[in-house]
């Protein structure tokens, strides 16, 4: 099993976090971990607290000469504003933040203890450890690529495009869109947001290529890949829905037109079963299928709003407003980089689960034989 924890806090002096069940042998590229914890803090209507951190990667164990000795992993990112002075309480929970919800379980009088955990600054964590799934599938060949579809009501179009043609078309985005004529609308509506001081969400695409068939199974509810996947991104904060493939469109689609239809080619290289379309998004009965996996998410809107909501005062009962903290005007594009560490994470504990985990070596030898197996189906 492949699994990972973190702790920490928003403000807290660093966070860490141990990545368990990574093999033997998988070279550590830390520049590559960097770029992805420094994607996670860029994007068009982010708040000035990503000009202040700069996030790198520290690796504290599992790590010798460059690569993983079988043991646990486990790294540290330093909190650039960290301070040892107190922060101010906070008593004027925030509607849509777990502020409240929190204080009431867990018999606190300050939401300040719920917020600094329940912060998105925890994903910069799962980045990390998303990053060295990442660096693990890719030597499979396996990519992982995200894109924003929508903000703030206003939608961009990249239907059809390979993983290839996405990471050109967005490789100069301000929000990681692959759609240039759509991107100055959005741009434009996330202004008007920042002028009148409120926040957007929006939606996002996260597409795997590379997969063979057979990652996952059907044989028990929890260990179905697209429960696993749905649960992932569904975990990441502010995350209020996701799809697989066509999702919500196919209850809306007769069955003819709804199933991806079988092919066989014998000159085909490797597996020899194709289809044409892929309305499954790759996967059928908790099971990868051989086409791309495609998986989308929506997001709500940033909780924290500079013309805050309404509120009760948790101390004097009083009709208040709800606190402001230092926040985004949207983070969807941010969101998107989250996305793909949650689910190269769940598609790297698929994997060691069907080729082995204990060595990068023995992992590849269980995958050339599975390919040569299935290349004769």
């Known amino acids: 099993m492949l699994r990972y924890l973190t702790a920490g806090e928003s403000h807290g002096e660093c966070l860490t976090t141990i990545v368990d069940g990574l093999p033997a042998g998988l070279k550590i590229n830390e520049a590559f971990i960097n770029a992805q914890l420094a994607r996670r803090q860029s994007g068009y209507g982010r708040s000035e607290r990503q000009q202040i951190e700069k996030d790198m990667v520290h690796f504290t164990a599992g790590v ?3 690569e993983t000795i079988s043991g646990p992993v486990s790294f540290i990112i330093r909190n650039a504003d960290f301070s040892i ?38 994903t910069a964590a799962q980045v990390g450890a998303g990053a060295l799934a990442q660096l693990l599938l890719g030597e499979f060949g396996i990519r992982i690529v995200s894109h924003v579809i929508n903000i703030g009501g206003v939608s961009a179009d990249a239907k059809g495009m390979s993983v290839a043609e996405l990471e ?21 509506v996330i202004d008007r947001a920042i002028e009148q001081k409120d926040t957007l969400g929006g939606m996002f695409e996260v597409i795997a290529d590379g997969l063979p068939p057979g990652l996952g199974t059907y044989a028990q509810h ?16 502010a995350i209020k829905g996701v799809e697989i493939g066509d999702g919500f469109m196919l209850a809306l689609t007769p069955g003819s037109a709804s199933h991806d239809e079988i092919f066989r080619d014998p000159k085909r290289p490797g597996f020899k079963y194709f289809r044409k379309t892929n309305h499954a998004g790759g996967l059928e009965g908790g099971m990868t299928n051989g086409m791309p996996l495609v998986l989308r998410a929506a ?23 709800a606190v402001y903290e230092r926040s985004d005007i949207t983070a969807v ?34 995958y050339d034989a599975y390919l040569a197996r299935i290349s004769k189906m």
Request: charged share 30%.
């Open 64 to 66: 010798r000469n460059g």
């Open 299 to 321: 997001m709500k809107p940033i909780s924290t709003l500079r013309q805050p909501l309404q509120s009760v005062d948790m101390v004097t009962h009083e009709a208040s407003e």
């Open 333 to 366: 594009p941010a969101a998107c980089v989250v996305a793909e560490a949650a689910v190269a994470l769940v598609l790297a504990d698929a994997f060691l689960e069907k080729f082995g985990a204990d060595s990068l070596t023995d992992i590849h030898a269980a």
């Open 222 to 237: 929890d260990r179905k890949l697209d429960g696993r996947l749905a649960q992932a991104l569904m975990a990441i904060q």
């Open 85 to 122: 002075s107190e922060k101010p309480a906070i008593t004027r929970p925030r509607p849509g933040h777990a502020d409240l919800a929190g204080v009431v379980k867990y018999d606190r009088r300050d939401a300040r203890d719920i917020l600094e955990r329940s912060s998105a600054r925890g």
């Open 168 to 188: 050109a078309a967005k490789a100069n985005s301000k929000i990681n869109c692959a759609d240039p004529m759509m991107e100055g609308e959005i741009i434009e």
